[in-house]
């Protein structure tokens, strides 16, 4: 049986898939301030996954800075 994806969720994984290409596939768990993987990336957890488990947790902690880290702007 195949999910509907929202748009919102295609967009959300086609970022944080140009996101781990970026950073050429590595595990991003030992990223600063990553807060995606509770593990180490495995044959079962991939990077882009990884990166779109922290993605939705920034997005979730933006309103509340005690918990979303400071966005860094580019100069």
Do not use: V, Y
Not at 20 to 44: M, N, R, V, Y
Not at 56 to 65: E, F, G, I, Y
């Amino acid at each position: 049986m195949k999910r509907n994806i929202s748009i919102e969720e295609k967009a959300l994984i086609k970022a944080a898939k140009l996101i781990c290409d970026l950073k050429s596939g590595l595990c991003p768990i030992h990223e600063p301030g990553f807060s995606g993987c509770p593990q180490a990336c495995t044959g079962d957890i991939r990077p882009w996954q990884c990166w779109k488990i922290h993605l939705t947790t920034l997005a979730r902690n933006q309103n509340n800075p005690d918990i979303a880290p400071p966005l860094k702007h580019a100069a």
